[in-house]
């Protein structure tokens, strides 16, 4: 599977930004998708995700409230709703997606075997 993410750019904090991860080649059904960030010197860390039944989703406890994940399988798009962003949520963000992860992974970015290109997201004080 192939991912595309995009959706990103330069906000003001308290903005709000839809990402939007694009898959191809096959459908995301069965898969984790993740949303993953990497700010400047830092680690990539999760964000949000999908669990592979798609029935779940998890968020880090720093997004909780703010960002919600959202999924449209008709058109094999995963979704990343962010509001009330701070300039601390300034990073490159990532979709990824597995197939065989087992759930107590799910925030394990070296576990996801897909992932999509990065979009910048830049949010200023």
């Known amino acids: 599977v192939q991912l595309q993410a995009s959706g990103g750019g330069l906000v003001q904090a308290g903005d709000s930004l839809k990402l939007s991860c694009e898959a191809s080649g096959r459908t995301l059904r069965g898969y984790a998708v993740g949303w993953f960030r990497q700010a400047p010197g830092k680690e990539r860390e999760y964000v949000a995700g999908f669990s592979r039944t798609g029935g779940y989703t998890y968020y880090a406890d720093s997004v909780k409230g703010r960002f919600t994940i959202s999924r449209d399988n008709a058109k094999n798009t995963v979704y990343l709703q962010m509001n009330s962003l701070k300039p601390e949520d300034t990073a490159v963000y990532y979709c990824?997606?597995?197939?065989?992860?087992?759930?107590?992974?799910?925030?394990?970015?070296?576990?996801?075997?897909?992932w999509g290109q990065g979009t910048l997201v830049t949010v200023s004080s």
């Open positions: 990824a997606a597995d197939k065989s992860i087992i759930q107590s992974q799910y925030r394990n970015y070296a576990q996801y075997d897909h």
